[in-house]
């Protein structure tokens, strides 16, 4: 059983019930914390010891995707733990911003516990059980898409982007595709080009034909039955909201003694 739960979900800012992006995937003896955005750090240790990860992803460096990750950087730095340095995955430049907001010189203290690797679309890595590809997002910053082939199946995670990019063809046949659908309504010429309607959330997972469809990064102040309803129809069939604390599973073992 692989698994993917919402430490958060709140579109573009926490609230006071929902933190912002951030997930905890969990494969096999392989952990890894995906994006780190306002509130997750502690969502995250309350499961598991943020010092035993495998790796972290961040998308990018907007605000509600990463600023706990300086959490964790205290937490290996100064922390009761000490399994260090952590890989961090980034996209090109993001480096660069969280090592100036640390103010981290190169012999600096978070450069020994955080190594921040940058990668780009098109490259594959493995950690532990869990193999990552990479992809581009459309957005305002370079941002990841990312998909990760697991034991049990793959699961695409959308990040922040726009309509196009590389999340379709990422997306394909996916067994669960986790989609930020941040705004509501029909697309116009003066729709933000840069986040995805819940319809084309759902037109993007009918497309790509996968399994299983969650809606994240509903717009904070938007009501999510509506954006739910609006990528189902879409979809042309049920799909899930991602409400933080929900962990969704895939088990490759439910294919074996299928007809
Ligand atoms: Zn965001
Ligand atoms: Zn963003």
Do not use: K
Not at 78 to 102: D, T
Not at 146 to 172: H, K, N, W
Request: negative net charge; proline residues 7%; charged residues 15%.
């Amino acid at each position: 059983m692989t698994t993917w739960t919402v430490l958060g979900s709140s579109g573009g800012t926490p609230t006071r019930t929902n933190p912002a992006s951030g997930y905890l995937l969990e494969a096999a003896s392989t952990s890894v914390w995906v994006d780190a955005g306002t509130g997750t750090f502690m969502e995250l240790a309350r499961r598991v010891d943020p010092g035993l990860l495998d790796a972290v992803v961040i998308s990018h460096v907007h605000a509600d995707h990463c600023t706990d990750l300086f959490g964790l950087y205290g937490y290996l730095a100064y922390g009761p733990s000490g399994i260090v340095p952590m890989p961090v995955y980034v996209p090109p430049g993001a480096g660069e911003h969280l090592a100036a907001f640390a103010g981290a010189t190169a012999e600096h203290v978070f450069h020994h516990v955080l190594d921040l690797r940058t990668v780009t679309a098109g490259d594959r890595i493995v950690v532990g059980d869990v193999e990552l590809t990479f992809g581009d997002a459309v957005h305002p910053v370079p941002a990841l898409v990312t998909r990760f082939e697991t034991p049990d199946g793959a699961i695409v995670y959308s990040g922040d982007t726009g309509p196009g990019g590389d999340l379709p063809s990422l997306a394909a046949d996916a067994d669960l595709l986790v989609c930020e659908a941040s705004l509501q309504g029909e697309r116009t010429p003066g729709t933000y080009p840069y986040h995805l309607t819940a319809s084309e959330a759902g037109a993007i997972a009918a497309a790509a034909e996968v399994a299983e469809l969650v809606v994240t990064h509903v717009g904070a102040i938007l009501d999510p039955a509506v954006s739910l309803g609006e990528a189902e129809a879409a979809f042309g069939r049920s799909a899930t909201y991602a409400a933080p604390g929900t962990t969704f599973g895939i088990d490759h073992s439910d294919d074996e003694g299928a007809p």
